[in-house]
């Protein structure tokens, strides 16, 4: 059977014999490893044999082989034609767009879809567009890297393996595995190495032939026979189910959620966010250490319009871009309440409440796994005593604790803001709760309700002088949701109320009731 054959077997069984697979496979962070299964199917690529895996940064046993090598070949100096004379292209459909100082490339995802990988020349810079259909992840790198003091070009093939659901690339000189959304060389003389990444664009192509006239596309006389006339994964993009078991993805979004992914730093220290398209509105800056990054959305996907060097930027869906980067932050809709809103704020009841360490408002570190053992736990995030709302939350606490303490539980309040302001908090309330300071946002992280307030509600509250970053701990405009966790003494969440909505809180006499309802003290 040749590799064509082969290609079209496998596409056909993504939405047949491996969908009861996908469907059971993907977990939340904090599943057990049994769970994941490696896929390897038969005449695929054989990794020891065909590739450089010296240094190997990502597990091994969650590497999938699908297909041999170059099953899906990669372009080089692919043929281009005049965008205006290509009438097999719909004006709907997508297009990466590469630029390159004032030279202009367009990359049809329907030629992607086949290859995936396209390497190129754009303003006499050796480039790669690439393109992961499962993910549904647009990149564009550079293909100069560093190597032993100097610049060498490389040229990149299609591997036939999977990681995180995601293609792994091959460099043809050395043979070492590169990642598409990781971003860099995962084995290899080059291993770490950081690909330097140019903004993606994704756009229709008639919006693109009407912003560059007179630019040309890759065409579809490729060499290969391939039905450019439309995408093989149309049905897998309608479905929820993925094609191959993934270690660990976040929670926080719907899987095939499409958004800009943004990196900054190295692997999985990166800082990273996930913008999804319904939060960019008509544009949206979100800023970074390394300075702001202004987003667009077209029709066809999204834009990173401008890139602060040492920014890396892809468009992907969520659930891929969560298990590469699981400490990556949530950009929501600016102004997003009730329906707009992530519904998904907090973690779920029956999930292991998280033990990290807080501070105490004596300057004492404590790790919130010593407070659950004497529980029940009322766990409550709090935004700061400059916000209202929150100060009558826990004034609404105050004539509650004795029946809180009566049923066998305790009330814990976590805030971002400084020690001493949360003592002055609790004295304003007139309630004698525990108070901790989450200055480093460890545990909204980790229980999931961490959010970077966006450009338009800063401006906002700087306009009633709320003085937010003043407050925190940490000086930045990072706030916790409203939310409240019933924990038991196994450290369990019982009970959850979370909400990306400033203006609601969890009700007292309903915490009481559940607390009661364990059974402590009877």
Request: aromatic share 8%.
């Amino acid at each position: 059977m040749n590799r064509v054959s082969i290609l079209k077997l496998i596409l056909a069984g993504t939405f047949a014999g491996t969908a009861a697979l996908a469907q059971d496979s993907t977990r939340s962070p904090g599943s057990s490893a049994a769970e994941f299964r490696q896929v390897r199917r038969p005449g695929s690529v054989d990794l020891d044999k065909e590739y450089d895996l010296s240094g190997l940064s990502i597990p091994k046993d969650e590497i999938h082989t699908l297909l041999p090598r170059d099953a899906i070949p990669s372009l080089t100096d692919p043929k281009t034609e005049p965008a205006d004379k290509a009438s097999w292209l719909p004006d709907d459909a997508r297009v990466i767009e590469v630029v390159v100082g004032d030279q202009v490339l367009g990359v049809p995802l329907r030629v992607l879809d086949w290859h995936e990988v396209v390497n190129t020349n754009v303003g006499g810079i050796p480039v790669a567009a690439t393109y992961c259909p499962l993910c549904d992840s647009a990149t564009v790198f550079s293909r100069n890297v560093g190597a032993g003091g100097k610049e060498i070009v490389l040229e990149f093939g299609v591997s036939g393996a999977l990681y995180n659901s995601n293609v792994l690339m091959y460099d043809r000189r050395d043979k070492g595995l590169w990642s598409q959304l990781g971003m860099r060389a995962v084995s290899g003389p080059l291993a770490g190495t950081q690909l330097d990444m140019l903004p993606i664009e994704v756009v229709p192509f008639g919006a693109f032939k009407k912003t560059h006239p007179g630019a040309k596309i890759v065409s579809n006389d490729t060499g290969h026979q391939r039905d450019y006339s439309r995408s093989p994964y149309e049905t897998y993009f309608k479905a929820d189910g993925l094609m191959v078991p993934v270690a660990k993805i976040g929670d926080a979004l719907p899987r095939k959620t499409l958004g800009v992914g943004i990196a900054v730093g190295d692997g999985e220290n990166a800082l990273a966010w996930f913008v999804p398209t319904n939060a960019i509105g008509d544009a949206r800056s979100i800023e970074t250490p390394a300075g702001t990054v202004r987003l667009g959305k077209s029709e066809a996907g999204v834009a990173a319009l401008d890139v602060p060097k040492g920014v890396r930027t892809a468009q992907t869906f969520y659930y891929s871009w969560s298990a590469f980067y699981p400490q990556t932050k949530i950009v929501r809709p600016s102004g997003a309440s009730g329906e707009e809103a992530i519904k998904t704020a907090g973690l779920a009841v029956g999930t292991r409440a998280p033990d990290v360490a807080v501070t105490g408002i004596d300057g004492q570190p404590v790790k919130l796994g010593s407070l659950y053992k004497d529980g029940p736990v009322v766990l409550t995030f709090y935004r700061g005593g400059w916000c209202p709302i929150c100060n009558r939350a826990l004034s609404a606490w105050a004539s509650k604790l004795g029946e809180l303490q009566a049923a066998g539980g305790k009330l814990v309040a976590l805030t971002p803001e400084k020690p001493y302001l949360a003592a002055r908090t609790r004295e304003k309330a007139n309630a004698n709760y525990s108070v901790y300071s989450d200055g480093a946002f460890a545990a909204a992280k980790a229980f999931r309700v961490h959010f970077v307030v966006d450009d338009e509600t800063k401006s906002k509250y700087m306009q009633f002088g709320l003085k937010v970053a003043e407050s925190n701990v940490s000086g930045t405009w990072e706030l916790p949701a409203p939310a409240t966790f019933v924990i038991d003494r196994e450290g369990i969440v019982r009970w959850a109320f979370a909400d990306w909505d400033y203006q609601k809180r969890a009700d007292p006499d309903e915490v009481i009731k559940v607390v009661r309802s364990l059974g402590v003290n009877e």
